[in-house]
């Protein structure tokens, strides 16, 4: 069993961050990457402040065994910074059998992107958490520490709720335990404990406010001390991709997420 490494996010300085879904598909390319210029503008801002990033070419890595689409290539390099830490989107589909050679095929076509825009490791999406599903878990994290090496190597798993088996928190750096509506959201909902230690939990929230929500922020990062928190105002009414965009004013978010931690 790997055993889950000390999540940090490089030369950050501060306990808790952000985990930012970047479902933005950077068409426009380099130099510049206009779709992705706020979130790069904003990590040179708050060099203090994790960031946890997933990047989404197509539901994955996109074709197969191939190199990243053009404009990710370009622009993730300018994601880069020592409180950074970019991570390749892959979707387990709860486990079932019929998904699983994929998930493995996934993580190698990540793994073999060239260094320079590489992922430094694994989001995996819609993970069933629960116990009769946890060794196909354990050995997708393995297989994927073996071929993601590198100091800010980094995996997490999102079951979306507080996983049923708190094993899952021994294999993974980061569990997203609620992934939610922001008007649907209360902090009783997360298990917080020596089992499941919230400096391996992740909130994001969807169909947020305008503003941000400080009461909340100061609840899940001061008093909690949760790893990281995300909310979004993009909107998932009518099944639509709450992630591709970023929020409105998500420099102001951020500001109240350092805040929060005296930073």
């Not at 952000?18 to 992705?36: R, S």
């Not at 830490?85 to 387990?92: Q, R």
Request: with cysteine; hydrophobic share 35%; aromatic share 10%.
């Amino acid at each position: 069993m790997h055993l889950a490494r000390a999540v940090t996010a490089a030369a950050a300085t501060l306990s808790s961050g952000v985990l930012i879904p970047l479902n933005i598909f950077p068409a426009t390319g380099g130099p510049d990457c206009p779709e992705w210029r706020p979130l790069i503008n904003s990590i040179a801002a708050h060099p203090s402040l994790p960031f946890w990033i997933i990047i989404n070419p197509n539901s994955g890595p996109g074709t197969r065994g191939s190199q990243a689409p053009l404009g990710f290539q370009q622009c993730i390099p300018l994601l880069r910074a020592p409180n950074v830490v970019v991570l390749g989107y892959v979707h387990t589909s709860e486990g079932v059998a019929s998904r699983q050679k994929g998930v493995t095929q996934d993580v190698n076509t990540y793994a073999g992107w060239n260094k320079t825009y590489r992922p430094d490791g694994i989001f995996f999406d819609e993970v069933s958490g629960q116990s009769a599903d946890f060794a196909t878990y354990q050995g997708f994290v393995s297989h994927a520490r073996s071929l993601f090496t590198g100091s800010s190597s980094f995996m997490t798993l999102n079951p979306g709720a507080n996983p049923e088996d708190t094993a899952y928190y021994t294999i993974a750096d980061l569990v997203l335990s609620a992934e939610d509506i922001f008007s649907q959201f209360s902090p009783s909902q997360l298990s917080l404990g020596s089992s499941t230690p919230p400096s391996k939990q992740a909130v994001v929230l969807t169909d947020g406010p305008s503003t941000p929500p400080t009461s909340l922020i100061n609840q899940l990062i001061t008093t909690d001390h949760i790893k990281a928190f995300y909310v979004t105002t993009d909107k998932q009414a009518g099944g639509a991709n709450p992630y591709d965009n970023l929020p409105t004013d998500l420099e102001s978010y951020l500001a109240a997420v350092q805040a929060a931690q005296g930073g």
